[in-house]
């Protein structure tokens, strides 16, 4: 940083807390160890005059005196795997800016509400704004302070909202292109588990489910059927009618999915289930089938987080769905996010419904390891994402 002819230049330095903790096969999990790495002197990074700057989200800022220190998580866990043990790696950085405590006061209000550098300046002495520029210039090298345009965690709902600026640009026959053709998967030489289809719900009213639903901590290890199982994938996920268009057809689900497209799968990794054999299946509402995706066995416990294992040691199915954000995203831009959750709570409400009607029980679940959700289904190497997943079974009764 140059601080030019300025006596008392702005002092900043950094250094990363990297903490690796280990989540034994039992659940347990063990603080290995951390250690503070100091971080190489980065070269100052020019801000853009005319280009909004803001701190990085989950940046914790705390003045004392005249230090004021910057913290946060550098990059998201990283998780892996060897040996029934899962290892979580956290990197933290912290940032100390000593310097005047009025002007870094100033910077942080200002850096909180995404302002240009001309922006920051108003209301800032003359001989003051080199040294702002130079501990903002720091900031950007060490990563705290980022492009408003980048932070998407933090404006996810401003730019995911409905609107001209959110919303790709398609003409008609694209989007009918689009509406009518459906979704390859590389599954589809797979193996097909063939299911029953679905029948009216030994139930006498959906108020009785509604009222009567409730998401369960325990399950009893009882197994469900195949036949139950394609009970309910074909009632909350199945084909339920047709769109038509010209000479082209549509068919069309038992939940809303935006413009039909469909863009969010049901993986089923069955634990207990009379009738199929261990692995990962992919819900094909064409054929209403299980496609196999592998036959490794899965045990959910082994990417739940260690305190919410506990719930799923007695499920018969753990149901992941998943969205596949490129399909959405040539329509509808930036809200596509927004939609496909949406669409993927819809299902999960779904299922939940139904495996009430039916007998069973069921709740949404989302106490995993994301990474380790994706690896289990092997989505390795595809755009796919793990959203939630929805665990079916049967509630244990309370002692």
């Not at 004392?64 to 946060?72: A, I, R």
């Not at 990197?91 to 006061?105: P, S, W």
């Not at 920051?120 to 520029?133: G, K, L, Q, T, Y």
């Not at 045990?299 to 149901?319: K, N």
Request: hydrophobic share 40%; charged share 25%; aromatic share 6%.
């Amino acid at each position: 940083m140059t601080s030019g002819a300025r006596v008392d230049p702005p002092v900043c330095h950094a250094c990363d807390r990297i903490d690796i903790d280990f989540v034994l096969a039992s659940g347990l999990v063990v603080s290995d160890y951390g250690f503070d790495r100091a971080v190489e002197v980065r070269a100052a990074s020019e801000p853009t005059p005319d280009t909004a700057w803001m701190l990085t989200p989950g940046v914790s800022t705390h003045l004392k005196g005249n230090t004021l220190t910057l913290s946060f998580d550098r990059f998201p866990d990283e998780v892996s795997e060897e040996n029934s043990r899962i290892s979580v790696t956290r990197t933290r950085r912290t940032i100390h800016v000593d310097f005047d405590e009025t002007l870094l006061t100033f910077l942080v209000e200002r850096l909180r509400s995404g302002l240009t550098l001309e922006r920051m300046n108003i209301d800032v002495p003359a001989h003051s704004r080199a040294v702002m520029h130079d501990i903002v210039a720091c900031l950007i090298g060490w990563d705290a302070v980022v492009e408003t345009s980048e932070i998407r965690s933090r404006l996810a709902h401003e730019w995911s909202m409905r609107g001209g600026r959110g919303r790709a640009r398609m003409s008609a026959s694209e989007v009918e292109a689009l509406t009518f053709s459906s979704r390859v998967h590389d599954d589809g030489h797979a193996a097909h588990v063939p299911l029953s289809p679905p029948r009216t719900f030994p139930c006498d009213s959906l108020s009785r489910v509604l009222r009567q639903r409730r998401s369960p901590t325990r399950y009893d290890a009882s197994p469900i059927s195949l036949d139950q199982l394609g009970q309910l994938l074909g009632a909350a996920c199945g084909v339920t009618g047709e769109l038509t268009m010209t000479d082209r057809r549509r068919s069309l689900r038992a939940y809303p999915s935006p413009g039909a497209l469909y863009a969010v799968d049901a993986y089923v990794m069955p634990t207990r289930v009379d009738g199929l054999a261990g692995g990962v299946f992919r819900y094909d509402p064409e054929r209403h089938a299980l496609a196999t995706v592998h036959s490794r066995q899965i045990d959910p416990a082994s990417f739940c987080l260690p305190d919410t294992r506990s719930v799923v040691h007695g499920i018969a199915v753990f149901i992941a769905l998943t969205m596949f954000l490129p399909r959405a995203t040539r329509k509808y831009g930036d809200v596509s996010y927004r939609i496909l959750v949406a669409e993927a709570g819809c299902i999960a409400e779904n299922l939940i419904l139904v495996a009430h009607a039916l007998g069973l029980r069921a709740g949404p679940f989302t106490g995993v390891f994301d990474i380790l959700v994706d690896r289990a289904i092997g989505l390795n190497d595809s755009e796919d994402r793990f959203v939630v997943g929805v665990l079916i079974g049967r509630e244990e009764n309370p002692s």
